[in-house]
């Protein structure tokens, strides 16, 4: 994935995948179709593939480009957020290649109103670890699932703070 407008396509995706679970499955299915007709360009030979997290398993993206300091900024930010895991969780990582795109769809947090989501909410939506899949959706998921809620007006404020989420985690890149 590369550019803002690239980004901002996948966060399109993510939102519909948490407002629609129909679209969900058809995304899941046939990735790079839905991609490709929102206007992302992905090469023949890439390879994509889409993981949902769900309340018993979390996935979270490793960039191949990632060296060893930034696995370990993703274990400090992502892992302290999350651990220990209560019983029955798991958490599975996915890493790209250079032909190898997987998407990780992060389970919708609960709520976004202002100051409302938890340390490990955050790292569930805001990922990093060198993917702006997770964080670059925050924003855009912010406002649909506001919509969603029909709570558009008042979430102006959870959205503000999902967006510094997200400046957080492109750091990782």
């Known amino acids: 994935m590369s550019g803002d407008r690239d980004r901002v396509i996948m966060a399109e995706m993510i939102a519909r995948c948490w ?6 499955e058809e995304f899941s299915k046939d990735p790079v179709t839905k991609l490709k007709e929102a206007g992302m360009q992905i090469p023949a030979s890439k390879k994509v593939k889409v993981f949902r997290s769900d309340s018993q398993v979390t996935y979270m993206g490793l960039s191949h480009t990632m060296t060893h300091s930034d696995y370990e900024q993703f274990a400090k930010t992502q892992f302290d957020a999350l651990l220990p895991l209560p019983e029955g969780r798991e958490i599975r990582l996915i890493q790209s290649t250079p ?8 389970a919708p947090p609960k709520s976004f109103e202002a100051g ?5 909410e955050l790292a569930s939506v805001a990922g990093g670890g060198g993917y702006l899949v997770e964080a670059v959706n925050v924003a855009t998921t912010a406002n649909a699932v506001a919509e969603a809620n029909g709570a558009a007006v008042q979430n102006v404020a959870g959205a503000t703070e999902a967006v510094a989420a ?3 985690a492109v ?3």
Do not use: G, K, N
């Not at 032909?99 to 992060?106: A, F, N």
């Not at 409302?116 to 490990?120: I, M, N, Q, R, V």
């Open 19 to 24: 407002q629609d679970a129909a679209f969900a």
């Open 99 to 106: 032909d190898y795109m997987p998407i990780v769809i992060p």
């Open 116 to 120: 409302s989501l938890s340390d490990a």
């Open 166 to 168: 997200a400046v957080i």
């Open 171 to 173: 750091v990782l890149i």
